[in-house]
């Protein structure tokens, strides 16, 4: 028996022989077809039987858990929001990050309990005793404070683990992301409209550490934290989706940004020319070697669009660059044999064949005269 069912099994009090436990576990375990793990069936064998809430760690806590106990730390609170209720009686809601040292998890408090966050009473860095109702929400797992549950403080030493990732193991699709990771790059403020007719607000900027770089979006009044280019972040709580062909993370309502004293080393990756592949985002650098006439062209929306090729060389061969957009007015007073660094183009497939690199928004290019 491992450590973690060993835990719960000593709190059976003898009601059950370790062998009838076990065997009722996985007997839950099939009957749900996989869909939990042996400790959540663990638990559920426990409170078959009769024993009370059982502690555990957040990184156990499921939806399908039901009530549950555990000790966490404060990370972050969120704004108190109010609402109406299909009654016509209004109701307040707030929420609390609290980890420790498995994981994190959003618990969510209504109406009194929503008041303390507005108080103060329940503030970041607290260590708090939990015992409320597990479920799915809209961001994952998430922990109901309602009626028949609690909070309340206790002195214990409860320290978060916020074990980060690599900006290299980011896949798409990943929930709980944590990263430190230097500013490389802070976009500007733009604004959009959602489908319910609001406006929006957005600024991506790149994060990059010894492992790569990765495009990072806020949304709304985290587009006003004061970021530079320089700075490293700790970012709690994100999650990762791919967009446009890239991974990209994006941040929540329960995403924590902050500053941290870590050192993080970064350096661009740079690209031979004659080791460019066909769907690859990537940075190369050359010399301006070919400058084409600017276009215009219409786009499918009616808007004019425009477009310029160069050709950048570097000492392993030469490739076509397409510059869209705003990007063409960077070639104002540039000449051939200017240095060229270009960021984050995409390698395409154009005319015969021929590899060309294309930049858009998300692309950076410096030209600088020869030396």
């Not at 106990?69 to 307040?92: A, M």
């Not at 790569?212 to 949304?219: Q, V």
Request: glycine share 12%; aromatic share 6%.
């Amino acid at each position: 028996m491992d450590q973690d069912l060993g835990e719960i099994y000593r709190r059976m009090e003898g009601r059950i022989s370790q062998e009838d436990f076990l065997s009722r576990v996985d007997e839950k375990v099939s009957l749900m077809g996989g869909l939990c793990d042996p400790h959540t069936a663990a638990l559920l064998v426990a409170r078959e039987l009769g024993v009370g809430d059982v502690q555990v760690k957040i990184r156990d806590i499921r939806p399908e858990s039901g009530m549950v106990g555990f000790v966490g730390r404060v990370v972050s609170s969120s704004q108190v929001r109010e609402f109406r209720r299909s009654d016509g009686s209004s109701g307040k809601v707030a929420s609390l990050i609290l980890g420790d040292e498995t994981g994190i998890v959003r618990v969510v408090l209504w109406d009194e309990g929503a008041e303390l966050v507005r108080s103060g009473d329940l503030h970041a860095d607290q260590v708090l005793q939990v015992r409320g109702f597990a479920r799915e929400g809209r961001d994952g797992t998430e922990v109901s404070i309602g009626r028949g549950c609690t909070l309340q403080e206790v002195d214990q030493d409860i320290r978060v683990r916020v074990e980060p990732f690599k900006i290299g193991e980011i896949s798409a699709d990943q929930s709980d992301l944590n990263i430190v990771a230097r500013v490389i790059e802070v976009g500007e403020v733009r604004q959009f409209q959602r489908k319910d007719g609001t406006a929006g607000r957005l600024r991506s900027i790149v994060l990059g550490d010894e492992t790569g770089k990765i495009r990072m979006t806020l949304w709304d009044q985290a587009v006003d934290m004061d970021i530079a280019e320089g700075q490293v972040l700790e970012v709690i709580n994100a999650s990762s989706r791919e967009r446009y062909g890239q991974v990209e993370v994006q941040t929540g309502r329960y995403t924590v940004i902050r500053q941290s004293a870590a050192e993080v080393e970064y350096q661009e990756s740079l690209v031979p020319i004659r080791d460019l592949e066909v769907g690859a985002v990537c940075s190369i650098s050359g010399f301006v070697s070919g400058i084409g006439e600017v276009r215009e062209f219409q786009r499918g929306d009616g808007a004019v669009g425009r477009v310029a090729n160069i050709h950048v060389s570097d000492a392993t061969g030469r490739v076509k660059v397409a510059l869209w957009g705003d990007l063409v007015e960077l070639l104002n007073g540039v000449d051939l044999g200017f240095r060229a660094e270009i960021h984050d183009c995409q390698i395409k497939s154009g005319w015969n064949d021929e590899l060309e690199a294309s930049c858009g928004w998300r692309s950076r290019i410096t030209f600088a005269p020869p030396e």
